[in-house]
């Protein structure tokens, strides 16, 4: 029964991705710290058999997890694992700004047929290299690289493609970059590069709109109430269809919609000139920034409430900027400096009270009798 | 792993390309929309030197523009360019430019996407410099410095806009004079229109129009680029040589050079 039912939790894994593994991995490291705490050994007592099988089983399974799924078993291991990624994003750029630079050092002692063949052929050789990368490692360090290298050389093809005939640009460029981006993103599992193919197609969105109006495309950031809508769009994405493979990249969805509408409400609330509210641009930026204020509050409730740290993170970043914002414009003009900064931290005191009382309040019944 | 998204990445690189080679293409077939003999004037090359990071070769567009100072600077609101014109181009111009929310109403108002009409060394540019010289004749009455800026001028000046670049091809037919450029018209309301020696009543604030943007830079492919590859030395030799440049526009009104031919 229990092979069975192991089978079966392990047909379940196979069939997610490796973030949903290293959850579980996660979960069964701090289990077994735990039960190795003194502190449990006096309420959970383990007979020496029991406790025999389940440090077997639990080594075991770990070892099965990494196996499979090339997943951290350590705090050590997670801490390198971040250096890996950080350092593998950063030579990503690295190489993509050495690809162009290096193209366009030479490309102008070159013929034109030669010139084409390089920018179109390069985009795709780095499509290779990825697809040959993914297959052989599990961990998609290296297959992120490469897919950051095959955006950066798509972009570079197409910008030369219109340097090299004076082709007028358009907006349609962001369109085929952001569709390759979220192709690689899904295909390889690739969180960074879905980001990136967001933010191309928000922008895309945003200059077709722009241009329809009969305005030049590249000021498709004008009028930030367009990107108000497409951020809240982004964010509801995860909540209207239903999770493909990759179910770690809602929160990806999330975060982008987030961090567009709430930069869009925080540069109308700075500036209330470009909107489309024909209105005078002091009471735009009043209107935005008590939206912004009301908005940020209502994500750290919608993150607590679901569960989603990113929101919750966001939310209160920007709720701070909203509201040292409209303190600043209050209060700096005539209040002391010193005094704007005590009641500044004042502020934050009682926010942190606050926020204590809540968490207080969120504690199970039981667990604050015992508390 | 399925390959379906490969082969969704693959085709998504190829087609894109095949989009932009085969409107470039269109561009370029059949008949040219403008053809027109350009100097060191109007397409002017800056130049790289030797430790450039680019070593493509670009040409950029030169032009003026009159307006009522005969300043020839290109962001100069052009005479032709008022508030009917303005108008015809998709601007609200509904309010009057002495009105007291017409600084707010006209402030509002994003540069529009429209066709420009250069002509070059034509009429216009004779106009021009009837007009700069007799200004200079003034000021030169007036114990004023001597002006030499017309000498190394631009012969191209902007003289017509649109929003349908077929209408504005049929009010100037020629093509040899005359080339029809994608361009960006911002509105502005001048609140002192000037001249520096009148009074604010005698120059209402009056709304005009600038040609903000068009694409002025035009790349030059191998053969023709070689004539200007080179540093140190050459690099000054090319960049005070006079040539002449055959610039066509195609039928999607984007440019490439045909020809250049260095000398007088």
Same mark, same amino acid.
């Given at each position: 029964?229990?092979?069975?039912?192991?089978?079966?939790?392990?047909?379940?894994?196979?069939?997610?991705?490796?973030?949903? $593994?290293?959850? @579980? %991995?996660?979960? /069964?490291?701090?289990? =077994?710290?735990?039960?190795?705490?003194?502190?449990?050994?006096?309420? &959970?007592?383990?007979?020496?058999?029991?406790?025999?099988?389940?440090?077997?089983?639990?080594?075991?399974?770990?070892?099965?997890?990494a196996e499979r799924f090339d997943v951290d078993t350590t705090v050590s291991q997670k801490r390198v694992s971040w250096g890996m990624r950080i350092a593998s994003t950063?030579?990503?750029? $690295?190489?993509? @700004? %050495?690809?162009? /630079?290096?193209?366009? =050092?030479?490309?102008?002692?070159l013929d034109t047929w030669l010139q084409? &063949?390089?920018?179109?052929?390069?985009?795709?050789?780095?499509?290779?290299?990825a697809e040959r990368m993914a297959r052989r490692e599990r961990t998609r360090y290296f297959t992120g690289l490469l897919a950051l290298v095959t955006i950066a050389s798509f972009i570079l093809n197409l910008v030369v493609v219109g340097t090299i005939f004076n082709i007028v640009s358009t907006e349609n460029s962001m369109l085929a970059w952001g569709a390759l981006a979220l192709v690689l993103a899904y295909r390889y599992g690739l969180r960074l590069i879905l980001a990136l193919g967001l933010l191309f197609l928000i922008g895309y969105v945003a200059a077709a709109f722009t241009a329809r109006m009969g305005y030049r495309w590249l000021e498709f950031w004008d009028r930030p109430e367009q990107f108000l809508l497409l951020g809240l769009l982004v964010f509801a994405i995860p909540l209207l269809l239903k999770p493909a493979r990759q179910a770690n990249f809602a929160p990806v969805f999330r975060l982008v919609g987030a961090l567009t509408f709430f930069l869009a409400v925080l540069s109308l609330a700075d500036w209330g000139a470009p909107s489309y509210l024909n209105w005078d641009a002091r009471n735009v930026e009043r209107l935005y920034e008590f939206f912004g204020l009301?908005?940020?509050?209502?994500?750290?409730?919608?993150?607590?409430?679901?569960?989603?740290?990113?929101?919750?993170?966001?939310?209160?970043?920007?709720?701070?900027?909203?509201?040292?914002?409209?303190?600043?414009?209050?209060?700096w003009a005539w209040m002391p400096k010193y005094l704007f900064f005590a009641a500044i931290g004042a502020l934050g005191i009682g926010l942190v009270l606050v926020f204590k009382r809540l968490r207080a309040s969120m504690i199970p019944a039981n667990s604050a009798v015992t508390a | 792993m399925k390959n379906i998204s490969l082969a969704a990445a693959f085709a998504i690189v190829l087609l894109a390309n095949a989009f932009a080679l085969i409107h470039a293409a269109r561009n370029r077939s059949g008949t040219p929309d403008s053809e027109l003999s350009?100097?060191?004037?109007?397409?002017?090359?800056?130049?790289?030197?030797?430790?450039?990071?680019?070593?493509?070769?670009?040409?950029?567009?030169?032009?003026?523009?009159?307006?009522?100072?005969?300043?020839?600077?290109?962001?100069?609101?052009?005479?032709?360019?008022d508030r009917s014109k303005l108008r015809t181009l998709g601007f609200d111009c509904r309010v009057n430019p002495d009105a007291g929310d017409a600084v707010r109403f006209y402030q509002r108002q994003r540069p529009r996407r429209a066709f420009v009409a250069f002509e070059n060394d034509g009429a216009a540019w004779q106009n021009f410099v009837d007009a700069y010289q007799d200004?200079?004749?003034?000021r030169q009455q007036r114990g004023l410095p001597r002006d030499d800026t017309l000498r190394n001028s631009t012969h191209l000046v902007a003289i017509d806009a649109d929003l349908d670049a077929r209408s504005l091809r049929n009010r100037h037919a020629d093509r040899s004079r005359v080339m029809i450029v994608p361009a960006v018209i911002a509105i502005a309301l001048n609140t002192y229109p000037g001249p520096v020696s009148g009074s604010a009543s005698a120059n209402p604030p009056r709304l005009e129009g600038r040609i903000e943007q068009l694409p002025s830079e035009i790349h030059l492919s191998r053969p023709l680029s070689d004539l200007f590859q080179g540093g140190g030395g050459r690099h000054n030799e090319i960049t005070t040589s006079s040539y002449t440049v055959r610039l066509r526009y195609g039928k999607l009104l984007e440019p490439w050079v045909e020809d250049i031919k260095f000398g007088p």
């Open positions: 029964m229990a092979v069975e039912r192991q089978a079966h939790l392990d047909a379940q894994l196979a069939a997610r991705d490796r973030a949903l $593994a290293q959850q @579980a %991995a996660d979960r /069964l490291r701090m289990l =077994r710290e735990e039960l190795a705490s003194g502190e449990v050994e006096s309420v &959970l007592a383990l007979t020496p058999d029991q406790r025999l099988r389940f440090d077997e089983w639990s080594t075991r399974r770990l070892a099965e997890l950063l030579g990503g750029i $690295a190489v993509c @700004a %050495a690809v162009v /630079l290096f193209f366009m =050092r030479y490309w102008g002692y084409l &063949l390089i920018v179109i052929l390069t985009p795709l050789l780095s499509l290779c290299g009301i908005a940020s509050a209502g994500a750290i409730w919608l993150g607590i409430a679901r569960n989603w740290n990113g929101l919750v993170n966001t939310g209160s970043v920007f709720f701070t900027l909203f509201l040292v914002t409209r303190l600043y414009h209050w209060w | 350009l100097t060191q004037r109007e397409l002017q090359y800056i130049g790289h030197h030797g430790d450039d990071e680019n070593s493509g070769v670009t040409l950029y567009l030169r032009w003026v523009t009159q307006s009522e100072n005969l300043i020839p600077f290109t962001t100069a609101a052009p005479k032709w360019l200004e200079v004749a003034r």
